[in-house]
């Protein structure tokens, strides 16, 4: 089998790999003893985005001065990454994407989507009443690729704030606004009673693809 580092580079939130995997690319060698096991659990698909994912952010941990250890989920779902560091997975189609930075208070999260001719229309889902109102005045082509931005950026918020809230956060809790500069202004719509976070979320194309990074910290 062979191997395809498809992206490497240090952007403002962490240290960004993303890896093509599949049925011509193994990454498993990048695995721990640890990981391995634990991969041999899945099923086939899940094995395989699993040991993609792990893949990407070893190496985007090492970017980040890490040598990691075993990078098994958390009870919410996300990566155990070593003290001192933060880290997000994202898979999508053949492709993972692992961000890593040095922790300094602050959480990160990233999200991968490629973009399609054709997709189902989940505006309704995932896009806050003016947001909807915003968007409805874009011609459809538009319209859906920023729906699709929108979505992204949302979930790689989600990512970065989730070791603050520890819940299910919706999709109308965060209101994203993506700049053509791939700065996002973002207004949080949270319960007053929760932890009160500054959260920032920038956006890349490459190819067909989408990828959105975030950090969030305490106010």
């Keep these: 089998m062979t191997n395809d580092l498809f992206l490497r580079q240090r952007l403002p939130h962490g240290h960004c790999v993303v890896l093509r995997f599949g049925e ?61 560091f933060v880290g997000s997975i994202s898979h999508k189609d053949a492709l993972a994407v692992g961000l890593a930075e040095v922790a300094g208070g602050q959480t990160c999260g990233v999200d991968l989507e490629l973009e399609r001719v054709t997709r189902p229309d989940i505006s309704r889902h995932v896009l806050t009443d003016d947001e909807l109102e915003a968007d409805s005045r874009l011609p459809d082509d538009e319209r859906l690729r920023t729906l699709l931005l929108r979505f992204s950026i949302k979930e790689a918020i989600y990512k970065a704030i989730d070791p603050f809230l520890g819940r299910y956060v919706g999709f109308k809790e965060v209101r994203a606004n993506p700049q053509a500069s791939g700065c996002t202004a973002i207004e949080m719509r949270l319960p007053a009673s929760e932890p009160q976070l500054i959260v920032e979320a920038r956006w890349e194309r490459f190819g067909d693809a989408v990828l959105a990074t975030a950090r969030a910290g305490l106010a």
């Design 24 to 84: 011509r690319f193994d990454w498993s060698y990048l695995l721990t003893e640890g990981e391995t096991q634990f991969a041999s659990t899945l099923h086939e698909r899940r094995r395989v985005s699993f040991i993609a994912g792990r893949a990407a952010l070893r190496l985007a941990l090492r970017d980040a001065g890490c040598e990691a250890g075993d990078l098994l989920p958390t009870e919410r779902g996300g990566p155990q990454v070593p003290t001192g």
